[in-house]
């Protein structure tokens, strides 16, 4: 019996720990009065799939004539070393890097106040293409990827209002 309570309390922490890393928060109070959500949507949802960060689309409602933008910014932390390529092929300069890459779309509510907004997708920066352009201070060095840490962030704000309806990060 106790192995079966380990096995069961060990299983529900790999699906704690396993679980996305992404927080969203969504904040009606920074859109026009009376925005919800339209009935069946709901919050956009994030999926990473490579290097590829896509978002679901919504629709709100009761937001009139105001329009919004919504922003999906994917950044790709790459961090490597460049070794010399001698006889002990040491270690001579550690980098890092980050690069961003975003879409924007401008959404404009239809004469009913209703916003749809579409699915977003935005593609990071792959280890190969970084290489593809990377060079080490010294071109008789050979640089290695150690890692390359995907971050992104998604943004819907309505015009007139400087913070995000919806903020969802990853």
């Not at 069946?40 to 009139?64: F, K, N, Q, R």
């Not at 404009?108 to 935005?122: D, E, F, M, Y």
């Not at 201070?137 to 962030?153: C, D, K, Q, R």
Request: proline share 5%; glycine share 10%; net charge negative.
């Amino acid at each position: 019996m106790r192995k079966v309570g380990f096995i069961s309390v060990l299983s529900l922490l790999l699906v704690i720990i396993g679980g996305s890393n992404a927080q969203a928060a969504v904040d009606f109070s920074n859109a026009p009065q009376g925005a919800h959500f339209a009935r069946g949507a709901g919050e956009p949802v994030c999926t990473v799939t490579g290097t590829t960060v896509s978002c679901t689309g919504t629709a709100i409602e009761g937001v009139g004539n105001t329009n919004a933008t919504v922003v999906l910014s994917v950044t790709s932390t790459i961090s490597g070393v460049c070794h010399n390529p001698g006889v002990n092929n040491k270690v001579v300069e550690p980098f890092s890097e980050s690069v961003t890459t975003s879409t924007s779309s401008n959404i404009t509510s239809t004469k009913n106040g209703r916003l749809i907004v579409p699915a977003q997708q935005t593609q990071g920066t792959s280890t190969e293409d970084f290489l593809a352009t990377f060079t080490c201070p010294n071109p008789n060095w050979t640089p290695e990827v150690t890692s390359n840490v995907l971050s992104y962030s998604y943004t819907l704000t309505f015009a007139g209002f400087t913070e995000p309806a919806i903020e969802i990060t990853g």
